[in-house]
């Protein structure tokens, strides 16, 4: 650097990324400052610059350089510090140091973190610390924040962001306030775009079924036997975040058995594998995936024995199994994708999920499933109710008669709700469980079929909308 160059800088004036100093006994300083850029865009910091930004440099010896670079090696992990000595006249130098953006945040000096704001060097709070940690061991990662140059409005489905407002603004978890028709506002308020731009969160959240985006992907399949080398069904489901787990329970309800239980006068349909279970392990996998890898996916695996959903990430390293399991510390990976499904209710508390899959399959006494984070990815395992020596040995003799019967049971039930609908077509899925004694998974997958089919089809919106069978 010359001192010409070196003075068009020092004019340019302190701010986020450049700060003076008079001299090299202000060293320790202006290593708090070079942590702070470190910590964020990079900067220089310049010794030897005197009032009104007059540089006058200073006497430079050995014992200078050896004090600082001793501070400089405060640094953890170590800085990369580039160190000018710029001539001013024949006895004075000003000393300029420069760092980039650091690429294994955070970086804290003599022990202590330090970010910069605009002009001004602060510690990092401890909050701000612990989440750039967490990312620097590889569990979070920026990629829902970036910009999408490619991502436009007209890729988002526009429904789906107004039902997430208006379910927001039913449950409690947005303001009365809130504008369900101003898409942009509520962009804003997503935090799913930047200064006019989308960001990647968006993609994941609202695209459209048709996406290009890889990240939005589901793969479903279900296997013969107790391993993966005869597929009897195999699925790849693309769109928004909401689609992904509708898809992943209307498939579980099409490959798992139901059982019935007469609960007073209504009978209650239940799947083998408890579906609250299912569910939100299947959300956790969605939300808390990491994103990041584009040729990666998350996949929902159907055996004899067993269903196993699997996504990229890894838990964080600094919260136990014991931890997750008793639902005390919530570190979500895509944060804000996580507080959009927060606000919809698809995540129903912060921190509850993997307790909640243990309880309900404990209540429906199945072994507990199995958790396992290994090589980048995180596996759970449920394991089917276990068959009995008898009902091995007659399973291919009662196998048609069980699909008769099946069958039979599920056209009742479509009768019924059909009945329903004729009776009262702003009938709620809630009122159709209570009328009929099934889920709300369970309904919701039969309305999901009747509109598949063309038999039914929903006019409006989820509130103050109606069902209308079609042809009558």
């Not at 022990?111 to 061991?137: A, F, N």
């Not at 992943?248 to 239980?261: E, K, T």
């Not at 007659?394 to 099946?406: A, D, M, R």
Request: overall charge positive; some cysteine; aromatic content about 6%.
């Amino acid at each position: 650097m010359t001192l010409e160059e070196l003075k068009d800088l020092v004019t340019s004036g302190e701010g986020e990324t450049l700060e003076v100093k008079e001299t090299t006994g202000q060293r320790v300083d202006a290593c708090e400052t070079l942590c702070g850029f470190l910590n964020k865009d990079g900067g220089t910091v310049v010794f030897g610059v005197g009032k009104k930004d007059k540089i006058i440099g200073q006497l430079v010896s050995d014992k200078t350089k050896r004090e600082l670079f001793e501070v400089f090696a405060k640094f953890e992990p170590a800085a990369d510090i580039v160190v000018e000595w710029v001539d001013v006249d024949e006895t004075h130098k000003a000393v300029v140091c420069k760092v980039e953006r650091g690429n294994v945040r955070p970086y804290v000096y003599d022990g202590r973190p330090y970010k910069r704001v605009q002009s001004s060097t602060t510690v990092m709070s401890q909050e701000e610390y612990e989440r750039l940690l967490s990312k620097r061991r590889g569990f979070q990662s920026d990629w829902e924040l970036e910009i999408n140059p490619d991502l436009k409005l007209s890729d988002l489905d526009e429904n789906e962001i107004r039902k997430t407002a208006r379910m927001g603004v039913a449950e409690g978890r947005l303001p009365e306030s809130t504008d369900v028709n101003d898409i942009i506002g509520l962009f804003d308020g997503f935090k799913v775009r930047k200064n006019g731009a989308l960001r990647n969160a968006a993609a994941v959240l609202f695209c459209k079924e048709d996406t290009d985006y890889m990240q939005c992907l589901l793969r479903l399949a279900r296997f013969k036997g107790k391993d993966n080398q005869i597929f009897i069904d195999n699925k790849q489901i693309t769109g928004n975040i909401f689609r992904l787990i509708d898809a992943g329970m209307a498939f579980c309800f099409n490959h798992l058995s139901l059982s019935g239980v007469i609960n007073g006068t209504y009978r209650e349909e239940h799947l083998e594998v408890p579906a609250k279970a299912l569910r939100e392990a299947l959300v956790n996998a969605l939300v808390h995936r990491l994103y990041v890898k584009r040729g990666s996916s998350v996949s929902l695996a159907i055996y004899d024995d067993r269903v196993e959903i699997i996504n990229p990430g890894m838990f964080p390293s600094n919260i136990t199994m014991a931890e997750l399991r008793a639902g005390n510390k919530s570190e979500p990976r895509n944060p804000t994708i996580a507080r959009v499904m927060y606000s919809r209710k698809t995540v129903e508390t912060w921190g509850r999920g993997i307790k909640l899959i243990l309880d309900e399959c404990a209540k429906a006494n199945l072994p507990e499933p199995q958790i396992v984070a290994e090589s980048g990815y995180t596996k759970t395992v449920f394991m089917r109710p276990a068959q009995n020596a008898k009902t091995k040995s007659t399973l291919k003799t009662t196998q048609k008669t069980t699909l008769k019967t099946t069958l039979k049971t599920t056209q009742k039930t479509t009768q019924k709700i059909l009945s329903l609908i004729r009776q009262n077509p702003s009938i709620t899925r809630m009122q159709i469980s209570d009328a009929i004694g099934l889920s709300l998974e369970g309904v919701k997958w039969n309305l999901d079929k009747l509109k598949a089919t063309g038999i039914v089809r929903r006019v409006g919106p989820d509130r103050g909308g109606h069902w209308e069978i079609i042809g009558e």
